[in-house]
């Protein structure tokens, strides 16, 4: 997930985090908390745990809790779409996701963190976009993880 980031440094607003969350949560569960966090983690560790980083400690759990709620055997018709839409929803979300810390660190007014989020819109409606179209590599994630979990499984 990290490496991913760092790939795509050079595109903001584009990445492959929300892939690799919906991808995971959707094979491990409970389990793709430990991947997210290592993510977090290093993103910290390699930026600085400044006040930007905070919100980290919430905003990709909110999208692992999101997958958590949709159903394990969707119909395979529907299954990329409704995982594209979420990672889509993150994105376009994802500075509504952050004000709060924002609001709370840097003691905002509701009226001040409504106009941080509209301020923002440009930057979300990016993330939106990218990460509906990054979201065509969810099923072929999750496939390729559950052939290696079965593959693994066998030995």
Known sequence: MYAS?????????IHL??????????VY???ALYPIYVYVLLT???????SWWLPYLYIWAALWGAVMLLPKNMPKKIRPLVYMAACSAHGFLYGTLYAPAQALLYGLSFQKMIAWIIAGL???CIHGISNFFCGILIVPIISALELAERTAGKN
């Open 5 to 13: 980031k760092i790939i795509m440094e050079f595109a903001p607003n």
């Open 44 to 50: 910290g560790i390699f930026y600085g745990f400044a």
């Open 122 to 124: 440009p930057y979300d």
């Open 29 to 31: 569960r409970k389990k």
């Open 17 to 26: 985090i929300g892939v690799f969350t919906v991808a995971f949560t959707a």
